[in-house]
């Protein structure tokens, strides 16, 4: 599970504007990532959105029924 600490980082107050250059698109965010590697990183992360997805798909299923 992805930390409250973590999360916190990304949230922007509503109306409120960033500037989505002053960030690093390689960003690892975490020391445990960081000595994961990019490689598994990026495999769990992979594994992650597939669950993800699924679960929205499901949810998605129920909307469209009701």
Same mark, same amino acid.
């Given at each position: 599970?992805?930390?409250? &600490? !973590?999360? /916190?980082?990304?949230?922007?107050?509503?109306?409120? =504007?960033?500037?989505? *250059?002053?960030?690093s698109?390689?960003?690892?965010?975490?020391?445990?990532?960081? &000595? !994961?590697? /990019?490689?598994?990183?990026?495999?769990?992360?992979? =594994?992650?959105?597939? *669950?993800?997805?699924?679960?929205?798909?499901?949810?998605?299923?129920?909307?469209?029924?009701?």
């Open positions: 599970m992805i930390k409250q &600490k !973590l999360i /916190k980082q990304f949230i922007v107050a509503p109306g409120s =504007k960033v500037d989505l *250059k002053k960030f698109s390689d960003w690892t965010g975490t020391k445990e990532a960081k &000595k !994961l590697g /990019k490689d598994k990183v990026k495999q769990r992360s992979l =594994k992650i959105l597939e *669950k993800n997805r699924g679960e929205l798909a499901q949810v998605q299923e129920l909307i469209y029924a009701s």
